[in-house]
Structure formats: C-alpha cells, structure tokens
C-alpha cells in the first residue's frame, strides 16, 4: 500500500552518491537530481547511501543536504531521507518541546505505528537527544493531556491478534459511563487506551456500538472545540482507520486558506513507504479530486516535485 | 559479581539433557543430579539445554521438572532454569494478579535491571501471556500504587551517562518541596521517578542531599508503616544501592519468625548471576554472618542444596 516508486534495477550505491555529490557541486543545486535519487529509494538504500556518502566525502549526506537546500524543501527532503524511526523521534522532539493542544505526532508515533516501530522510535530517541521521549513528553506537557500522553507514549502493548470478547464488553461499558458523566480525562479512559492491544481496542469500540448504538467517537464529540476530545477522537481513529485520520490531516492542511506545509510534509514522508495509496484513495473518494492535483494545486518548485514524487505520482 | 560456578569445561549440552533425563527415570527422583547440572549453567547454557532436551524427549525440561519436583524445591529449580526475561515476566504476572501494597517484584524489575533487561522481561511477557506487563498492572492495581507502578514498568528510560546538573538541582528542590508537604503521591514526583534516567536521578538524589543535608530516604520515613511510602524507599534504593537493598529483603526473609522463601528465592534467582556476590558481601557486614550458613539454619534438604549452590557455596 506504499506509494514509494523504486526502479526495476537500482543503481549501486556507490553511483547514487557520486550523482548526488554532483548535485551538490558548482554554481547552484541540481534539486531534480536529488529527487530523482532519494525519492526513488526505500529506507534500507537510504541508509546504506548515507553510510556511504560520508564514508567516500568525510561529510555527513543530511549535512550537505541542508547546506544545499533550503525552507520546507530541505525539511522534506531530510525528513524523507532519515530512517523511519529517527524521522519518528526527530518529529516527536519537536513537538515534546514545543508542545500545543492540537498536537498529532505524538498520537500518530503512538497509535498508527506498531508496537515494535514505536519502540524503535524510542531507542533512536535516545540516541540522537541522550535523553527519554517519555522524560521529554512528561516534562513539557502538563495536566490532562500530560496524564493522557505520558502512557500513550510510554506503553509497550501487546501486538498479537488474541482479544477477550467479556473484556472488551466490560470495558465499553466503563468508557460509555465516563463519557456520559463527561468525565473525559478519567483515568480509567486513560489506562483502556493506552494500555489495550490495538485487536482488544478495536473489539471494545465495536462492542460499545453494538451496546449503544452508535461509534464511541460520536460520543466524543460533544464540545467540538475542546482539544483534549479531540485528541481522544485522534487516537481512536488512528487505531481503527489511519488511512481515514491521514486523509482528514491532509484535507485541513491542503484547504482554507494557506496550506499547512509541516502536516503535509509529515504524512506524506512518514506513509509513503506505509499506506500512502490507501490514504491517496480514500482522499480521492472524500474530496472528487485526486490528492496529487490538489497538491499541485496549493505547493510550488521542488517542494512540489518531491511531494508529487513521494506520492508516486507518473 | 556473580555467584554462579560453572565448571572450568562445561559438558556437551547432549549429555546435560541425558544426564537430566536420568535423573528424572525410574523410582525416585535424582535431586542432587539436576542440582549438579543446572545450578552450574549459565543462561545461554540453560536456554541450550532446554530447547535440546525437548527435541531429545519431546517434552518441555520444565514440565518434566514439575512432573519430578515439588513446592519451594520445585519453585526455585524452575525459576532459575527460565531465561532472565522469563523469569521476569513470570515473577511480575504473579505480583500483577495477587498484588498488596508490600508486593517489590514491580519495583525490582523496573528499577533493578537495565532499561533493555526491562524491555526483553515486557517482550518475554507478551510472548507468554498474549498481553501486556502495563495492561495487566494497570488493570489490576489502583489509586496511588497505580499511578506509580504503571508509569514505573512502562517507561523505557534512557540509559547513558549523561547528566543535567541543573535539571538535577531544580528537581532536588521539587522533590523536597513536594516531601515537606507529605504529597507522597504528587504527580510531580511520581514523574521525576518514573521517567529520569538512573545516572541523572542519582544526580538528583546527591544535590537533594547537598541542598538538604540529609537523604532524600530519611525524609520518605516520615510514617514507617504506610506502604507507599515504602514502595517510594525501595525504588530509590534499586536505583542507588541495589545490593544494600536486596540484603535487606534477605535479612528480612530469614529473619525473625519463619523463612520466607518466596522473597529468598526470588533474590537468590534473579541476582546469582548478576551481582549476589555483592550482596553477599552487604550480608555478612550488616548481620556477622554469612548468608551461607543464614541459608543452612533457615533451609533444608533439596531446597537448602540449590539455594546454596546458587551462592557459590562450596
């Protein structure tokens, strides 16, 4: 479901980073050329070019990148170029420290990864900032979302297919019970969504529709304007339809007024080697127009190229 | 610093599987023998002999070993035998099902092993248990020793050298501001202990004895008796003496009236290959008595062998 194009016969690495030096040499930058390269590479080539890049030039590829390119170009290009798990941390430093409200990383790293990604995440967390995500999250945020974000980021849930059905039954009745109190932030919803397997979830949200009659997100759905619902209504959704939760972040970040290149630039660079066709269509279903034209429509120069790309657009 | 002895040549892992499987044959069971064998293997050795002696027998060596032995013989055995991970996992299901407030298995394998030797137990404990070590604590604990203990086994702490003096003295102040108001269970607290890497918390717990003038446990012993304030006590001495407090909850078990072979085993189990020579040592100093003959006057028979033998005893 990745949109991530690779040539039949990829070039060795030694040739991609010969070409990519040239890119970066004389007068300006061969910003295609980079393109043409990095976003036709899956993660292991991204990684063996990097390793080789510095081996054969004594400078780091991501250095000279940023060097030679600039505004949310470069951020895409090295956002796309670093490992999925660094790109992960990298992203979740940032929004630990400059932490808001309506703040999805960290929700997306948590929820629309597995388990065994997440953790990744977290050990090149530790590598790259010497430091926790959870320390990070716990020190820079505060309050509810604090006591919600913490354990999000924090769990290591189990993975298996295994659901117990009276759980799952069980547990949809307390949600429904502190929902209806509005006792939004009650830690009994906080220890059921962050601590469940992704399968006992995905029972317990369908046992609460057939207990009462309609999904637990209409439910969370009473102030549309309180953020900490909505962040609860984040994690659900990345759990049962990230293809739909992506869609909706592109949707927002491509209409109105302005586009909200940082959201654009996440999920297409952390999807195109995921699910990035299922969000594509499920794009194209909800807004009659395909997501690459939209793209084209709201972004310019290279940072439109590399989008497009990514997309596997032809 | 461990106690284990492993012969100088340690047999063929075939003849070790044979040599078990005679001990099981026939009237009566070889104590001696399996003692001889396992209480002399390292970890890989053991995992090796398991897998051979189930390929050999078509039987799992634990549950032979279960179909020969019995009670605290049959415990210790069995526990030794596990991988450090599974024997991880198992220890802390059991706290998680049947916890109290004096429970220390929780405690122990979040702050007495190393963030990845935490990891693997929480990996062990998905493998066996098809869910999750902070489900199950989260789902079987409450009030207080919940928002400390769930936070406590899910963090995966960062765990290199590096330390932040001033995040250390401003979180010294926090903590005893928090202290001297007795907000034991302050989400503050529960955050700097939960999160903070082993190195910067004892840089923390020193500027607190700098700034305060005394430790930061003399304070925490405000009410002898109260339990969470234990549970604080005993998670700040993993961190910062792990073998004075693993002697204690020796001196404690055979101490007084009866033995408590539980806490015995468990302590023998888990460090004799990691740093129970050490303990040994606090033992003797604290109490003018080695832990060997401790163990002889409180143990008997095939239990007292193993738990000696675990101690390097001659």
């Given at each position: ?19 990519l030096h040239k890119a970066f040499e004389g007068w300006g930058t061969n910003e295609k050329l980079i393109i043409s390269i990095l976003a036709h590479r899956d993660a292991a080539h ?230 990035l066709k299922l969000i594509k269509e499920a794009y194209q279903k909800r807004n009659s127009v395909t997501l690459e034209r939209a793209v084209a429509k709201d972004t310019t120069r ?13």
């Open positions: 479901m990745a949109t991530l194009t690779v040539p039949a016969a990829v070039p060795p690495v030694a040739e991609d980073c010969e070409q991204r990684r063996a070019i990097r390793r080789a890049y510095a081996e054969a030039y004594g400078k780091e590829l991501l250095r000279a990148l940023g060097d030679e390119i600039h505004g949310k170009f470069e951020r895409a290009v090295i956002l796309w170029t670093l490992d999925p798990a660094e790109r992960d941390a990298v992203l979740a430093n940032e929004e630990a420290k400059k932490w808001h409200p309506g703040g999805r990383v960290l929700v997306e790293i948590a929820c629309a990864r597995t388990p065994a990604q997440l953790f990744a995440a977290k050990q090149a967390y530790h590598d790259r900032f010497k430091r926790s995500l959870e320390e990070d999250v716990a020190a820079h945020i505060t309050g509810d979302f604090r006591k919600l974000l913490v354990p999000l980021v924090s769990a290591y849930r189990y993975d298996g297919p295994e659901v117990n059905t009276s759980l799952a039954h069980s547990e949809a009745k307390i949600l429904h019970e502190k929902i209806h109190k509005k006792a939004y932030s009650d830690e009994e919803i906080i220890r059921i969504l962050t601590t469940r397997s992704k399968a006992q979830l995905l029972a317990t949200f369908n046992s609460y529709k057939d207990q009462f009659d309609h999904p637990i997100n209409k439910d969370l759905k009473a102030d549309p304007k309180d953020e900490f619902l909505a962040t609860l209504r984040a994690i659900i959704r990345c759990f049962t339809c990230p293809d739909r939760y992506f869609e909706k972040i592109l949707r927002l970040a491509l209409g109105g007024m302005g586009t909200d290149e940082d959201d654009l630039t996440r999920v297409i660079t952390t999807r195109a080697e995921v699910d290279d940072y439109e190229d590399i989008i497009l790309a990514l997309l596997g657009a032809e």
